[in-house]
């Protein structure tokens, strides 16, 4: 039994009995590769007032199956000293502050409580189990698990956090051998600072967190079973690799607090990953099963242009009320899946093109939902229902704008084989060229009721160019919409565009539209 202690030696202190302590000890070996060893369980014990230090460089073997040192108010362990658990038996990791921590032999190593590594944790040839009781781990260097152990944070129900807060760059190394998987990953270091994935793809069997700091799959793949969480503003995630969202229960978010991320999967049967705030991936989006659902925001998909975005067969996704989806330049959406497209009277669902976007391509194969909506920037194919599409009985498209449209559009292309009748569209704007409002070649009758606009109306369709015959047709209440194609004459026919097909004159059974028209010619009446 010591009051204090200080040992100062060359060579390695063996530890061959129970040593007490009652305030402080400081370990000081100046021969490198030398260490202090506790030997056969033996332990150094604090008698709960004093401080553990070992110095800088220097180093600590645990040889017993359960002799962590114990019983002091701290544990000053310098960033650059070592603890090594290397016994070829079982072994409890004691829950103290560590500066580096080695683990090696083929055994198992069993948390006794949350630790904190203030260098590195080498997880060489070990299985590092976080215990039944779930315990955190914190590391501000790297986590080396690039060896042939294993974390062992999913076997027997175990679960367990890892959390990176240094302050400088860290990696995370996996290894190719041995169980690999996180179960929930926390990164909490400081503002501007990277943790990189190195070596092989991550798999966080749970959920991923970035409180600060920035987390970089580093062009690798991360498969992420929960929630994808960007916490603060202090937080980011680089626009790198690869996520694969692989959640089998649910529901899940994602929140990104204006991170840009690269390429993402989702393949969750059963689940829905709902956006918390806007998202943005700038590379591919492919929905294999579950659903996505934008919940209303603004999400960008595609913005570094020739991107693909797919919804399989099976999966949805939903854009939702007042939401946006904004498609990079160039972008191919190929719907196989469903596309729920629904706002209300007062917010509604929009599909476009990105700030810089150009135009994009929407093919639907599978079910299109529409209501409330607005559908603009597309490329000259236009919205394409092809010929193994459905659109929705109740959400049929009705109550909704095609705008915006390149030189040639064709703003609605209807392949399949339904009959139904399609209400209130809108189309304001007459694209340049030989463009169509909808362009219909299969069996089936599609009827606009109540179509609005100077792009409305059989004079515009590809069909027979009739309102009451053919396989588009347009019935309603006429509304002549202003175009001033002739001058600024009220009366001259050719200045207004009929809903149904053709021009007219306004009277008391027609409604009138005077709206912005390319010509910047505004009627006048009686010369005034």
Same mark, same amino acid.
């Given at each position: 039994q010591f009051n204090n202690l200080n040992l100062i030696t060359a060579g390695n202190v063996t530890v061959s009995a129970n040593v007490l302590v009652n305030t402080n000890i400081d370990v000081t070996i100046s021969l490198a590769g030398n260490a202090l060893i506790l030997n056969n369980n033996f332990t150094i014990s604090g008698g709960g007032l004093g401080v553990f230090t070992l110095g800088s460089g220097q180093q600590l073997n645990v040889n017993g199956t359960n002799n962590c040192p114990s019983g002091f108010v701290a544990y000053a362990f310098d960033p650059t000293s070592v603890t090594n658990y290397t016994q070829s038996f079982n072994q409890v990791i004691g829950a103290i502050t560590?500066?580096?921590?080695?683990?090696?032999?083929?055994?198992?190593?069993?948390?006794?409580?949350?630790?904190?590594?203030?260098?590195?944790l080498n997880i060489n040839t070990s299985t590092l189990d976080v215990s039944s009781n779930n315990y955190d781990v914190t590391i501000a260097g790297n986590f080396n698990n690039n060896g042939t152990g294993s974390l062992l944070s999913n076997g027997g129900n175990h679960a367990g956090e890892l959390i990176i807060n240094g302050s400088g760059t860290q990696n995370i190394y996996i290894g190719s051998s041995g169980s690999k998987s996180i179960y929930n990953l926390t990164i909490n270091k400081t503002t501007g600072s990277t943790v990189n994935v190195q070596t092989s793809n991550i798999n966080i069997l749970n959920n991923l967190w970035v409180q600060s700091g920035t987390f970089s799959l580093n062009g690798l793949s991360g498969n992420v079973g929960g929630d994808l969480t960007v916490t603060s503003s202090n937080?980011?995630?680089?626009?790198?690799?690869?996520?694969?969202?692989?959640?089998?229960?649910?529901?899940?978010?994602?929140?990104?607090?204006?991170?840009?991320?690269?390429?993402?999967?989702?393949?969750?049967?059963?689940?829905?990953?709902?956006?918390?705030?806007?998202?943005?991936?700038?590379?591919?989006?492919?929905?294999?099963?579950?659903?996505?659902d934008g919940n209303g925001k603004y999400v960008n998909l595609g913005n570094t242009g020739g991107r693909t975005i797919s919804v399989a067969a099976g999966a949805v996704y939903k854009v939702g009320s007042a939401g946006t989806l @904004?498609?990079?330049? /160039?972008? %191919?959406? !190929?719907?196989?899946?469903?596309?729920? #497209?629904?706002?209300?009277v007062s917010s509604?669902?929009?599909i476009t093109k990105t700030a810089t976007g150009g135009s994009y391509n929407f093919d639907v194969n599978g079910t299109i939902k529409a209501q409330y909506y607005l559908f603009e920037y597309m490329t000259a194919a236009g919205i394409s229902i092809n010929s193994t599409a459905t659109i929705d009985p109740t959400y049929n498209l009705s109550d909704g704008t095609f705008t915006n449209g390149p030189t040639n559009c064709k703003y609605l292309t209807i392949s399949n084989t339904q009959t139904l009748t399609i209400n209130n569209v809108i189309f304001p704007f007459t694209p340049a060229g030989s463009a169509n409002n909808v362009v219909k070649a299969s069996a089936g009758v599609v009827t606009f009721y109540n179509a609005t606009g100077a792009f409305s109306g059989a004079?515009?369709?590809?069909?027979?160019?009739?309102?009451?015959?053919? @396989?588009?047709?347009? /019935?309603? %209440?006429? !509304?002549?919409?202003?175009?001033?194609? #002739?001058?600024?004459?009220?009366?001259?026919?050719?200045?207004?565009?009929?809903?149904?097909?053709?021009?007219?004159?306004?009277?008391?059974?027609?409604?009138?539209?005077?709206?912005?028209?390319?010509?910047?010619?505004?009627?006048?009446?009686?010369?005034?």
């Amino acid at each position: 039994q010591f009051n204090n202690l200080n040992l100062i030696t060359a060579g390695n202190v063996t530890v061959s009995a129970n040593v007490l302590v009652n305030t402080n000890i400081d370990v000081t070996i100046s021969l490198a590769g030398n260490a202090l060893i506790l030997n056969n369980n033996f332990t150094i014990s604090g008698g709960g007032l004093g401080v553990f230090t070992l110095g800088s460089g220097q180093q600590l073997n645990v040889n017993g199956t359960n002799n962590c040192p114990s019983g002091f108010v701290a544990y000053a362990f310098d960033p650059t000293s070592v603890t090594n658990y290397t016994q070829s038996f079982n072994q409890v990791i004691g829950a103290i502050t560590y500066g580096n921590l080695t683990l090696n032999t083929a055994t198992v190593k069993t948390l006794g409580g949350d630790i904190v590594v203030l260098g590195s944790l080498n997880i060489n040839t070990s299985t590092l189990d976080v215990s039944s009781n779930n315990y955190d781990v914190t590391i501000a260097g790297n986590f080396n698990n690039n060896g042939t152990g294993s974390l062992l944070s999913n076997g027997g129900n175990h679960a367990g956090e890892l959390i990176i807060n240094g302050s400088g760059t860290q990696n995370i190394y996996i290894g190719s051998s041995g169980s690999k998987s996180i179960y929930n990953l926390t990164i909490n270091k400081t503002t501007g600072s990277t943790v990189n994935v190195q070596t092989s793809n991550i798999n966080i069997l749970n959920n991923l967190w970035v409180q600060s700091g920035t987390f970089s799959l580093n062009g690798l793949s991360g498969n992420v079973g929960g929630d994808l969480t960007v916490t603060s503003s202090n937080g980011s995630i680089a626009q790198s690799g690869t996520f694969n969202m692989i959640a089998t229960s649910g529901p899940r978010i994602i929140q990104l607090n204006g991170s840009n991320l690269n390429n993402v999967t989702i393949n969750a049967t059963g689940v829905t990953y709902t956006a918390q705030d806007n998202i943005s991936i700038y590379g591919n989006f492919t929905l294999t099963a579950g659903t996505f659902d934008g919940n209303g925001k603004y999400v960008n998909l595609g913005n570094t242009g020739g991107r693909t975005i797919s919804v399989a067969a099976g999966a949805v996704y939903k854009v939702g009320s007042a939401g946006t989806l @904004a498609l990079g330049n /160039t972008a %191919a959406v !190929t719907i196989n899946g469903t596309i729920e #497209v629904i706002g209300s009277v007062s917010s509604i669902a929009t599909i476009t093109k990105t700030a810089t976007g150009g135009s994009y391509n929407f093919d639907v194969n599978g079910t299109i939902k529409a209501q409330y909506y607005l559908f603009e920037y597309m490329t000259a194919a236009g919205i394409s229902i092809n010929s193994t599409a459905t659109i929705d009985p109740t959400y049929n498209l009705s109550d909704g704008t095609f705008t915006n449209g390149p030189t040639n559009c064709k703003y609605l292309t209807i392949s399949n084989t339904q009959t139904l009748t399609i209400n209130n569209v809108i189309f304001p704007f007459t694209p340049a060229g030989s463009a169509n409002n909808v362009v219909k070649a299969s069996a089936g009758v599609v009827t606009f009721y109540n179509a609005t606009g100077a792009f409305s109306g059989a004079s515009f369709e590809s069909d027979d160019g009739s309102a009451s015959t053919g @396989a588009i047709r347009w /019935t309603g %209440a006429e !509304t002549l919409t202003w175009i001033g194609a #002739v001058s600024t004459d009220w009366y001259v026919a050719g200045n207004w565009s009929s809903s149904l097909g053709g021009n007219g004159i306004p009277d008391a059974t027609k409604n009138a539209i005077i709206a912005t028209n390319p010509s910047n010619r505004n009627p006048t009446i009686d010369g005034s």
